[in-house]
């Protein structure tokens, strides 16, 4: 079992910054391929980014997004620069077992519980 804590969300304004933070719990989390999705009001949940064996983003996010993980401290980050207003959403860090890059929400095994980040124009 493992549990995700996701954390870093808040109001910001178009072009700002933000740093979203994902601490897992349990053993074998290199073992994991790790995710960040997003849900927008009214829109199902999409992939951001993943990773584990690979790295890949949403187009929507490619250069400005980036993912990293630090093994050692079970931890799975997300750098935000350059945030535009159709960023906002719930954004849900999530865990799958096994290191394949999986981008379909469906296929991973842990969900954190979200943090709300809403970007202002």
């Known amino acids: 079992q493992v549990q995700l804590v996701e954390s870093g969300g808040g109001l910001v304004q178009a072009g700002d910054s933000l740093r979203l933070s994902c601490a897992a719990s349990g053993r074998s989390f290199s073992g994991y391929a790790m995710g960040w999705f997003r849900q927008a009001p009214g829109k199902e949940r999409e992939f951001v980014a993943v990773?584990?064996?690979?790295?890949y983003y949403a187009d929507s996010v490619k250069g400005r997004f980036t993912i990293s993980r630090d093994n050692a401290k079970n931890t799975v980050s997300l750098q935000m620069n350059s945030l535009k207003p159709e960023d906002t959403a719930v954004y849900y860090c999530a865990a799958r077992i096994g290191i394949w890059s999986i981008t379909s929400p469906s296929q991973y095994n842990y969900w954190g519980q979200g943090t709300q980040v809403t970007v202002s124009s």
């Open positions: 990773i584990g064996s690979q790295i």
